[in-house]
């Protein structure tokens, strides 16, 4: 079909990324350089369709799965609350050696001082881009585009230090997302973004039921 010829690149970037999500979900570490591959793709479908803010995001996707695969290979330590009778504690452990294990990142709520400070950093982010894209781009959506590409600066952050409300935050950058795709007729990434919304609430729900299996464990 002359369609799946033109939009093959798309299509690939569509299914690479419900492998992502899937690998998410499980909290399967491979998810990492999937998203690399996808984040890849889908820079290039982005700059062809306009979607500036979009395409910045997935360099920044790109970016940031290199830490995260670095986060959740060698562990830390951070998310446990400090007593007086603990040592500082910081963010990252060293590579294990003979005599050390690296500590797995569990998923946790997320602090409500660190909620403040990430809501702060998510309106600089979109007011910056929404400046820059209504001035000096010609994308027909910059609001919108820079409302879901703060969101998912945030979102992505989030989930590479395994903070569970980053599921909360793809729910509506999906949401809006398919509602922008439908209007500019990238009909495979919306189909996508769909998949993607209804495999958010079944992250959260899998997340939740960690949290409380480490809780009673511990």
Known sequence: ????????????????????????????IWLWPVGIVTSSVYIIVFFTSKFY??????????????????????????????????????SYQQPATSNQQPETLHPTPTPLR?????????????AAMWYILANHTDSPVAGWDSFTTALS??????????????????????????????????????ALFLVYTLMAFVGYREWRRDIKINEISS
């Open 153 to 190: 600066v945030i979102a992505t952050w989030m989930l590479a230090r395994k903070y569970i409300e980053h599921w909360i935050l793809w729910i509506i950058v999906n949401i809006v997302s398919m509602i922008l795709y439908i209007y500019k007729g990238l009909y495979p990434t919306t």
């Open 1 to 28: 079909m002359p369609w799946i010829t033109e939009h093959w690149l798309e299509i690939f970037g569509a299914l690479a990324g419900i492998i992502y999500v899937l690998l998410e979900i499980r909290q399967n």
């Open 114 to 126: 660190l909620a403040v400070k990430l809501a702060g950093v998510y309106i600089i982010l979109h």
């Open 53 to 90: 803010a979009d395409m910045s995001l997935q360099v920044y996707y790109l970016v940031i799965s290199f830490y995260g695969w670095y986060a959740w290979s060698y562990g830390t330590l951070n998310h446990e609350p400090k007593t007086l009778n603990q040592q500082p504690e910081t």
